[in-house]
């Protein structure tokens, strides 16, 4: 495989695409199970600082160049057949399933839960709020989870097409 910009876009979306999905993956096999091990509040206020310290150039970097690079190289593709669509399908896999579901599901969530004055909450209010954050915040981690996890191999099954020239 030369080294064109092509074949580097291809590869570059590759990488921050499974970043991404290995991101998603390790998250929900540690801190999700930690995370519900801890009681109410603790729980809330680890969300908290988390969310806040998740807004770093690091995440930024594998979770928007994932879909910019999967979005170029799909682009620098056109006319290469299978490798086309794949990334493609990529592309969309992770725009619909991973950025939208979290901009769209995650993101509202974690800005209620920034919202609240944790120490002026009762026990009860704190176990509600739990309860619906949640549940609901894990719904949504799983499906971005997964779709990042999908749009991962597509985009890998891509380079395998590309390098046969399919």
Same mark, same amino acid.
């Given at each position: %495989?030369?080294?064109?910009? /092509? !074949?580097?876009?291809?590869?570059?979306?590759?990488?921050?695409?499974?970043? $991404? @999905?290995? +991101?998603?993956? @390790?998250? *929900?096999?540690?801190?999700i199970?930690?995370? =519900? /091990?801890?009681?109410? #509040?603790?729980?809330?206020?680890? %969300?908290?600082?988390? &969310?806040?310290?998740?807004? &770093? #150039?690091s995440?930024?970097?594998?979770?928007?160049? $994932?879909?910019?690079?999967?979005?170029?190289?799909t682009?620098t593709q056109?006319g290469?057949g299978a490798?086309?669509?794949? %990334?493609? *399908?990529?592309?969309?896999?992770?725009?619909?399933?991973?950025?939208?579901?979290?901009?769209?599901? !995650?993101? #509202?969530?974690? &800005?209620?839960?920034?919202?609240?004055?944790?120490s002026? %909450? *009762?026990?009860? =209010?704190?176990?509600?709020?739990?309860?619906y954050?949640?549940?609901k915040?894990?719904?949504?981690h799983?499906?971005?989870?997964?779709?990042?996890?999908? @749009? +991962?191999?597509? $985009?890998?099954l891509?380079?395998?097409? *590309?390098?046969k !020239?399919?």
């Open positions: %495989m030369e080294f064109t910009f /092509k !074949n580097i876009t291809l590869f570059v979306g590759v990488m921050l695409t499974g970043l $991404s @999905a290995g +991101f998603f993956y @390790a998250w *929900s096999v540690s801190v199970l930690g995370t =519900k /091990k801890v009681l109410d #509040p603790t729980y809330l206020e680890t %969300m908290q600082h988390i &969310n806040r310290e998740i807004l &770093n #150039p995440f930024f970097l594998i979770f928007f160049g $994932s879909m910019i690079v999967l979005a170029i190289g682009l056109q290469s490798t086309f669509w794949l %990334m493609l *399908s990529a592309t969309v896999v992770y725009v619909m399933g991973t950025f939208a579901v979290t901009g769209l599901g !995650n993101v #509202p969530l974690n &800005n209620e839960l920034e919202a609240l004055n944790l002026e %909450m *009762s026990t009860s =209010k704190l176990t509600e709020f739990r309860q954050y949640e549940v915040w894990n719904q949504f799983l499906i971005r989870t997964i779709f990042s996890v999908v @749009a +991962f191999l597509i $985009s890998l891509a380079v395998f097409m *590309s390098s !020239n399919i």
